[in-house]
Nanobody
């Protein structure tokens, strides 16, 4: 059974950092591109970042570029999202999602409709 589980969310002050993890089970992560998305109350879900199955390609939303870093450890079947210089507007539920691509493929997607598998989400709250 393919499963994604996010962890690492919490409450942090503005300017602080968090590292989110997305642990995969039931499938080999090396065949999948991974995206991170977030949804704030009353807002549509938006793409935050994505990484190709080979980790050779990454993309970031304009609002997170330079502050967030996505990475993956296929041996651990885990993808990470390091979030620095957090702002109150980063407050949202963060989700990771997976879509099968070529093994060691070089592309990923920022559009949520491209993804087939989703985690349950982890809450990130940035507040003083």
């Amino acid at each position: 059974q393919l499963q994604l589980v996010e962890s690492g969310g919490g409450l942090v002050q503005p300017g602080g950092s968090l590292r989110l993890s997305c642990a995969a089970s039931g499938f080999t992560l090396g065949y999948y591109a991974i995206g991170w998305f977030r949804q704030a109350p009353g807002k549509e879900r938006e793409g935050v970042s994505c990484i190709s199955s080979s980790a050779t390609s990454t993309n970031y939303a304009v609002s997170t570029k330079g502050r967030f870093t996505i990475s993956r450890d296929n041996a651990k079947n885990t993808v990470y999202l390091q979030m620095n210089s957090l702002k109150p507007e980063d407050t949202a539920v963060y989700y990771c999602a997976a879509v099968r691509t070529l093994f060691n493929g070089g592309y990923c997607y920022m559009a949520d409709y491209k993804y087939d598998y989703w985690g349950q989400g982890t809450q990130v709250t940035v507040s003083s």
